[in-house]
């Protein structure tokens, strides 16, 4: 599995667009790239998977770069109930073995 | 529909005890991971189990155990526990080839 380095933690205002980045330069071409996201207490929360094209859903949208070695996780209103630990995950796609980092803690504030 | 449950929430045992711990997996779903988290080492798999066998293991010894029955339920084993077991265990379902694993809210175990 590709290793991911995220900040540790970053800050965002309610409303505003969060945008989380996270490096894999070791990903390989069949590995893609999840995004979970843990808030406080709870079981961690799938968010978005790619390999190559961006993608967007109800939660997120997700830019890779066209080598791959980065991708930005974007919550593009971001609310109180945000406010988690987000982890950037490189896997195979038939792997089910998540290999959690230590992921970007997001504190949203008013 | 219902999603993964965990039972119990919370458990307090003693050194040397052994633990057994339950999980649900959402309605269809086939495959049952399990994880640790601790403030230390975050995140961590232990196994995962699809049809009764189990297909991966992460790095923890042996007295750590799991099965997984027919209707997909599975359980999970600790023996001889120590302090640093404390934790929270995690169980994870999917179905088979899916990209989501959903998690229940976990056991949150004290070994005091």
């Known amino acids: 599995d590709a290793k991911t380095t995220q900040p540790p933690s970053m800050d965002c205002a309610e409303g505003r667009a969060a945008n989380l980045p996270c490096n894999h330069s070791?990903?390989?071409?069949?590995?893609?790239v999840y995004w979970y996201r843990q808030i406080h207490s709870q079981g961690p929360q799938y968010i978005i998977h790619g390999l190559k094209n961006n993608e967007t859903n109800e939660m997120a949208s997700l830019i890779i770069t066209e080598d791959r070695k980065s991708s930005t996780l974007i919550l593009p209103h971001a609310t109180l109930r945000d406010t988690a630990v987000y982890y950037c995950?490189?896997?195979?796609?038939?792997?089910?073995?998540?290999?959690f980092g230590t992921g970007t803690r997001l504190q949203v504030t008013l | 529909k219902a999603g993964v449950t965990q039972t119990p929430r919370y458990l307090i045992k003693t050194r040397g005890q052994q633990v057994t711990l339950s999980c649900s997996p959402i309605?269809?779903?086939?495959?049952v991971s399990w994880y640790q988290q601790t403030p230390g080492q975050g995140l961590q798999f232990l196994f995962e189990?699809?049809?009764?066998?189990?297909?991966n293991k992460g790095n923890f010894p042996g007295r750590f155990s799991g099965r997984q029955f027919s209707n997909s339920r599975s359980e999970m084993n600790v023996s001889t526990l120590e302090l640093g077991d404390s934790a929270l265990y995690l169980c994870?379902?999917?179905?088979?080839?899916?990209?989501?694993?959903?998690f229940g809210p976990g056991t949150r175990l004290t070994v005091t």
């Open positions: 189990y699809f049809s009764e066998t189990q297909r």
């Open positions: 070791t990903i390989s071409g069949n590995e893609y």
């Open positions: 995950i490189g896997l195979y796609r038939t792997a089910s073995k998540l290999t």
């Open positions: 309605s269809g779903h086939r495959s």
């Open positions: 994870a379902s999917s179905r088979q080839g899916d990209h989501e694993q959903y």
